[in-house]
Nanobody, 127 residues
Framework: QVPLVESGGGSVQTGGSLTLSCVTSGYARRSNCLGWFRQIQGKEREGVATVFTGDPSRTYYADSVKGRFTISRDSAKNTLALQMNSLKPEDTAMYYC???????????????????YGQGTQVTVSS
């Protein structure tokens, strides 16, 4: 089984919304730090949002998405979601789900190192 599989990407206009979903399986189900990253072609991958599954209230967001994006974990369904509202053209990127194991929730943040990533799902926002 592929440990992280994303879906939900697509094309929307500025101001629109999308919800990305990531199914976790195998060892990724037991990871205590899950996150969403994005990458624009030719640029470095950047952290978007993270959640510490041991305490789901512990979330971190990149400044560029605060107030617009919401990360959530459904442990019963083994899924990770990213609700994206008020989308902007600069949100256009390939979005990746990622997992890691961290000793403390403070270490589970958008600047942390993650072990593995999914194959990605494309989000395109047009003006």
């Amino acid at each position: 089984q592929v440990p992280l599989v994303e879906s939900g990407g697509g094309s929307v206009q500025t101001g629109g919304s999308l919800t990305l979903s990531c199914v976790t399986s195998g060892y990724a189900r037991r990871s205590n730090c899950l996150g969403w990253f994005r990458q624009i072609q030719g640029k470095e991958r950047e952290g978007v949002a993270t959640v510490f599954t041991g305490d789901p209230s512990r979330t971190y967001y990149a400044d560029s998405v605060k107030g617009r994006f919401t990360i959530s974990r459904d442990s019963a369904k083994n899924t990770l979601a990213l609700q994206m509202n008020s989308l902007k053209p600069e949100d256009t990127a390939m979005y990746y789900c990622a997992e890691a194991q961290k000793e403390r929730y403070l270490a589970c943040n958008v600047g942390a190192t993650f072990r593995s990533y999914g194959q990605g799902t494309q989000v395109t926002v047009s003006s």
